[in-house]
């Protein structure tokens, strides 16, 4: 049996789940459920970046102690996996320390040993939002363009990573394909991005910043807190505990939005090659959501709750929208006109109204049982299933989620049309052989999609087998 490791980032606890983490995570949900299918071992991790500035700030903010503030931001991330129906094999925080500290520890300690990490000063840029040192050149008008925020001048002794010791071997590593990113155009970014790559800050004064794990055998230090984020990965499947953490090691997937491919394609990789550690297999980048046109912000109020749009239209309604109308590795754009239109169009009229005529046909007109030998099957259905199939696949494995369900929807519309072309109610009669194989080509057509949707529309996908007696 073949085993399958995909992640989502763990996401930052200094406010609310919005839209956007929710579209990560069923990005994420539809790989791990897709390898389900195919019989794989799969392993499904999500979870909660819990340390660092940005979080102590808002927690301040807040009038609460940090770990009561991402106490607070946890339930509503774990209760958002609940209610996106995700199936999600373990929530990692990085605030546990039985779980996750002993694995940051560890790979701490593996680089020490490396001789990769050393003592020196910096004086740079902090970007509390990113949680890390910027450049000038990375400024638009003096703000993070990300953010919107004007870095904080920051000068104190640190520990820092020989980042520059492994640049040429991560560029290797893109060119030659050992890590895949998908899409190929990324792999360029990262690219560029190494050339002006230099040893980074990997810890800060803890005097400055307490909220965080403390480097190991210097308690006036905390780590890095991408280097303590970034080990979640390892940490979530036994990674400095006792447990064959290698049987899911290396990550198959790590699914992240754009804004944090420099941590996952450069930082992480430097660190897995310096600690002697395989590398994950390939990192899969989405773009952002915006807000009819406009991005998503609390100053405008334009940020959708993901909860409280489900809690209107429903689990699957949400999901089908995300992974259809935003293509998985561009920025798309969210709007409740799309959705309505989304769910009028496809949901309702089209795969709805095929179920139903479909149903209906057999329950009041088929008189003996179907039969799926190929001499009942038409020909035409048969290859158009098969080509399907093998569209939908490839772009699955391609991370072109929007394109798998077009696939899937092109299925629908020609059944949609078939029955419109055949009009089996007319050969009840005089060609009831004939009544039998359009029925059982259509009733193929249905079975074949709904698998192929399982990994969408888990709960679509149940109701459409129950219906026709199937196991999903």
Avoid at 107 to 114: P, S, T
Avoid at 121 to 149: N, R
Avoid at 374 to 383: A, H, N, S
Wanted: proline residues 4%; glycine residues 6%; aromatic residues 12%.
């Amino acid at each position: 049996m073949n085993k399958f490791y995909v992640t989502t980032p763990i996401y930052y606890a200094n406010a609310n789940a919005h839209i956007g983490h929710a579209f990560t995570s069923i990005a994420a949900d539809v790989l791990a459920r897709y390898h389900r299918l195919l019989g794989d071992e799969t392993f499904f991790l999500t979870g909660m970046d819990e340390h660092g500035a940005k979080i102590a700030r808002a927690a301040e903010a807040a009038g609460k102690e940090p770990q009561e503030f991402t106490d607070d931001i946890a339930k509503g991330f774990v209760h958002l996996a609940k209610v996106l129906n995700l199936s999600n094999d373990d929530f990692i925080r990085t605030t546990d320390r039985q779980i996750h500290w002993p694995g940051v520890f560890k790979i701490w300690n593996a680089i020490k040993a490396g001789d990769d990490l050393y003592e020196g000063e910096y004086e740079g840029l902090y970007c509390v939002g990113h949680e890390a040192f910027m450049k000038k050149s990375d400024l638009k008008d003096g703000v993070c363009p990300d953010h919107q925020t004007k870095p904080e001048k920051i000068k104190e002794k640190n520990y820092f990573f020989k980042l520059s010791k492994y640049k040429k071997r991560i560029e290797q590593l893109y060119e030659s394909g050992v890590i895949s990113i998908k899409p190929k155009s990324r792999a360029n970014e990262v690219l560029a991005m190494l050339k002006d790559s230099e040893d980074i800050s990997f810890s800060r004064p803890r005097k400055d910043l307490k909220w965080g794990i403390p480097v190991p055998s210097d308690e006036n230090q905390t780590i890095y807190v991408w280097a303590d984020a970034l080990t979640n990965y390892l940490s979530a499947i036994g990674y400095g505990r006792n447990g064959d953490w290698t049987k899911f090691w290396p990550a198959d997937v790590h699914v992240i939005g754009k804004d944090i491919l420099r941590f996952h394609a450069i930082i992480w990789p430097a660190m897995l090659l310096s600690a002697g550690l395989d590398l994950p297999k390939s990192i899969c980048v989405h773009g952002f959501i915006t807000v009819d046109g406009q991005k998503m912000s609390k100053t405008i109020g334009n940020v959708i709750d993901p909860i409280e749009l489900i809690k209107k239209y429903g689990i699957d309604p949400v999901r089908y929208f995300l992974l259809r109308e935003i293509p998985s590795t561009e920025d798309g754009d969210f709007s409740y006109k799309k959705l309505e239109d989304r769910y009028n169009g496809d949901l309702a009229n089209n795969l709805g109204n095929l179920v139903s005529r479909v149903a209906k046909l057999i329950e009041t007109k088929l008189e003996s049982e179907l039969n799926f030998d190929e001499k009942f099957f038409d020909k035409k259905v048969r290859q158009k299933i098969t080509k399907t199939e093998q569209k939908y696949r490839e772009a699955v494995e391609n991370f072109k989620l929007h394109e798998a369900l077009t696939h899937i929807w092109e299925l629908f519309t020609f059944a949609n049309a078939y029955i419109d072309e055949k009009k089996p109610w007319v050969d009840i009669t005089d060609h009831p052989e004939r009544f039998l194989q359009t029925i059982t080509s259509l009733v193929a057509i249905i079975i074949n999609g709904s698998h192929w949707l399982e990994p969408f529309l888990p709960e679509t996908a149940g109701k459409i087998c129950a219906i026709f007696n199937q196991n999903n």
